[in-house]
């Protein structure tokens, strides 16, 4: 049992879509059946001996939205960073290491292919706090703090402010 959660784990699509001979998703409801011959050939393991609670498994879900996104939410989610904010978070720092290197701002953003004003809004978070940098690489950052959200609101410079603005 443990190298087939080892396995699923590791999102071997192959057995996922042979594992998997039903799903549906209810209003805060997934429910999943499971193929017996497969999972009972996987476990090494009578099919006639398997607990219906394997073969059927149901967990309560929610959505998420993530900008124009949403995202399905079972159980505790393994997080995924946001690319977009990961992406513009790492130009944000190559754009602002440019200009204190002394390159013009219009400079920066003609190579990047963007307006000046473009730049200078998201030259901010390259001064974001550590730990909200490292939540946004890890992915442990709040679904709904996007760059979208970030961008709307001035960030403050001091980082114990940022961090309670972003739940971080």
Not at 1 to 28: F, K, W, Y
Not at 58 to 69: D, I, K, M, T
Request: aromatic share 4%; hydrophobic share 40%; charged share 30%.
């Amino acid at each position: 049992m443990r190298d087939l959660v080892r396995t699923l784990r590791s999102r071997d699509q192959e057995l996922l879509r042979r594992i998997l001979a039903r799903g549906t998703i209810a209003p805060r409801k997934i429910c999943l059946d499971l193929d017996p011959a497969v999972l009972a050939e996987t476990l090494r393991f009578p099919a006639e001996a398997l607990s219906p609670d394997l073969i059927h498994v149901s967990a309560p879900v929610h959505l998420r939205r993530r900008g124009v996104e949403a995202k399905l939410v079972i159980g505790t989610p393994n997080r995924d960073p946001d690319p977009v904010l990961l992406k513009t978070l790492a130009l944000a720092h190559r754009w602002t290491s440019a200009v204190r290197k002394g390159r013009p701002l219009s400079e920066v953003a003609s190579d990047a292919g963007h307006h000046d004003a473009f730049i200078r809004t998201r030259g901010p978070l390259a001064f974001l706090s550590p730990k909200i940098q490292v939540a946004i690489r890890d992915g442990t950052l709040a679904p709904e703090v996007t760059l979208r959200r970030m961008m709307r609101l001035q960030i403050p410079l001091d980082w114990q402010e940022q961090e309670r603005m972003y739940g971080v």
